[in-house]
DNA sequence: CCCGGCGCTGACAACGTTGTCCAGGGGCTA
DNA sequence: TAGCCCCTGGACAACGTTGTCAGCGCCGGG
């Protein structure tokens, strides 16, 4: 091979971003039309295969490689869906992209994800980023609640699901996990366990599972006839400072709680890690978490869990995005994926006798 | 003469559903020129606030969005840099993840990430389609190990920097982690607790990361003049059967082995459990992973690990990638960041006094 | 031998934006 | 008051691709 550099230096002043040969400079060295090696790189008919040898040679040899930019603009659709988390980096929401990916990929689509820090302007900045990138649809854990700003980008056509938590101010798809019943269901297990003085320990209360965990927490106290004392629960942050200090409040305090109820994963991890630096005490506390993690069943005890499968979540919220896509209309759904209750042993610890 | 066309639609009120408002539609509602409008969504000087005025209005009553797919074709930089990694859902690369996308929104760049299953051929799929989205750059974990594919693509001013592992058959920017010398360290470290009988459970040896490991397991063993039964040595896919099946096999040897080397996180999980499942010897096995994880020091006894700071790898790479972006020249590095050896428990247990 | 039709090919416009360049007007200075 | 410059605004081309449509040659049938 003989050939040098694809398409000649320009001689502009300013370095362009590589310059790249172009269907243009593959039709020229192939001595055919435009249109022809657009047909090429697409694989629609109509050209000899003599023809298309030639237009292939030239793209090898001069390293062609189409320009998506150029074809969304002319196609208006870019085969690309936007995904917004709170933090890529969550254990949680890995499976869930994961999922998200693999529904995206299964129908040819990219996936274009940023993390919002659970900060509701980067998310709307993040979101509109991504709008204007003219993505197809977007899957969004929301960090604000007041989506209003997306009003006229799903009226232009941009397919749109909420996932893990509802849109606010807006209509819109919802994929949910039963957050209410799951955590209703760890805390009646406690209960049925012979606690009584039982902690809560979630996240920021506006958050919406935040906001339900904590509504099941107080049904199920209420079912059993159990008064709650303003002690017992502790909404915030859940960076392990915040959280530690609250563990500790509530197990020191002159009616210690008997048993903790952690409102997600990091509150859960943090907790194991509060309770394993206290001196034992004679009876252990007993603790359930939301969220299932790794390794929760080779801690000793095992941790008890509410699981909720972030795949699963993923995945649907991403088929129902497809369905949209593919011209399902219909009023926006509100899907709820039900909890499972993992007895591992430390939701099982009795309370103290005394008690 | 031609009416078809949905862009010059008459009648402004009615827009048809996936049909955006454009500059054109804001000047032609503003009053003003289309360049002007340009102007103002771009924060140009040279527009008078008056007109200023008028322009937003429009914008906002048109529900406009700039077209960033015209805008990429225009200016030829797409301040997007795509991502492809192993799995997003797996522990080590969320972490890593988070923190690319963190130095790319500090460049004002958006992510677009893919993960390869470890398929080389998918690597290369998702590899081209992010070029021909025509990316300003790539951050890769290769799956592959010829890489000439992106000759062209980089010779086109596509930056590129390899991380974990290094690329193959061309000579890019590379990021890696000490994986020899933490090997290495890990198994000196058994060694110096008196083990003889040491098993290594690997990744796939054609994994530089997993060859590395191996060579720094071998330097080790080697220094300390012993010698390394076959049977010790253990190398395929992390998927549980099969590490399981071997760790078995190694510990219900004739002459066991006394301790276990995990090659990464998904092993060393595995391994952990498998121990955890044995009726309890009289004399535990020791164990050393690669990659430090959650929960590790909680366990017991406490998991020591060899522990690499993903999101520094991450970070790392997204930093020499933007280098580059930035016009930084040069040959291409190679950066090896080191491991650290966290002692916990695991892997100062003695191998049993008989031995 | 001629004509219609068909299969292949290429010229051209359009997608929505930005860079270039020029026109017009108002203010300031001489 | 005239001239000049700056400040604002707009017309136009170009980015690389795809859809439309027309032309050209070839083949078979009349």
């Known amino acids: 091979m003989t050939d040098t550099a694809p398409g000649t230096a320009s001689r502009t002043p300013t370095r362009r971003y590589g310059t790249r040969p172009t269907m243009k400079d593959v039709a020229a060295r192939a001595g055919v039309g435009l249109k022809t090696v657009s047909r090429v790189v697409n694989g629609e008919p109509g050209v000899t295969p003599d023809t298309e040898r030639r237009v292939q040679e030239a793209i090898t040899a001069l390293g062609f490689r189409r320009n998506d930019s150029a074809r969304i603009l002319r196609k208006g659709r870019t085969a ?3 995904l917004v988390l709170e933090d890529l980096a969550d254990p949680f929401y890995g499976p869930l992209s994961r999922a998200v ?6 129908h040819g689509a990219l996936l274009i994800n940023g993390s919002s820090a659970e900060d509701p302007e980067r998310e709307q900045e993040l979101v509109l980023a991504l709008c204007a990138r003219r993505v197809d649809g977007l899957v969004i854990i929301p960090a604000g609640h007041d989506h ?3 009003a006229p980008e799903m009226a232009a ?3 749109t699901v ?3 938590r509802p849109a606010g101010r807006i209509d819109a798809d919802a994929v949910l996990a039963d957050s209410f019943g799951g955590s209703h269901d760890a805390v009646a297990h406690l209960i049925a366990h012979g606690h009584r003085r039982i902690g809560f320990l979630g996240d920021l209360p506006g958050i919406h599972t935040a906001a339900e965990r904590l509504r ?3 049904a199920a106290m209420s079912e059993a006839g159990l008064p709650v004392h303003d002690a017992w629960v502790s909404l915030g942050p859940t960076d392990p400072e915040r959280v530690r200090a609250a563990a500790t409040t509530m197990l020191d305090a002159a009616e210690p709680v008997t048993a903790l109820f952690a409102g997600n994963n990091r509150v859960t991890v943090t907790v194991v890690r509060v309770l394993a630096e206290r001196p034992a005490p004679a009876t252990p506390v007993a603790l359930i978490g939301f969220d299932d993690f790794e390794l929760a069943d080779l801690l000793s005890p095992g941790i008890t869990v509410i699981a909720q499968d972030s795949a699963q979540l993923g995945r649907t919220a991403a088929d129902l995005l497809f369905r949209r896509l593919d011209g399902a209309g219909g009023d926006p759904r509100r899907v709820v994926l039900p909890t499972r209750l993992i007895p591992r042993g430390s939701g099982e610890l009795p309370p103290p006798a005394t008690s």
Chains 1, 2 share one sequence.
């Open 80 to 82: 690309s869906i936007g």
């Open 101 to 106: 990916e693999e529904v995206a990929r299964a």
């Open 148 to 150: 209003r700003y997306l």
């Open 157 to 159: 056509g941009v397919a």
């Open 162 to 164: 909420f996932v893990d």
């Open 216 to 218: 099941g927490y107080h």
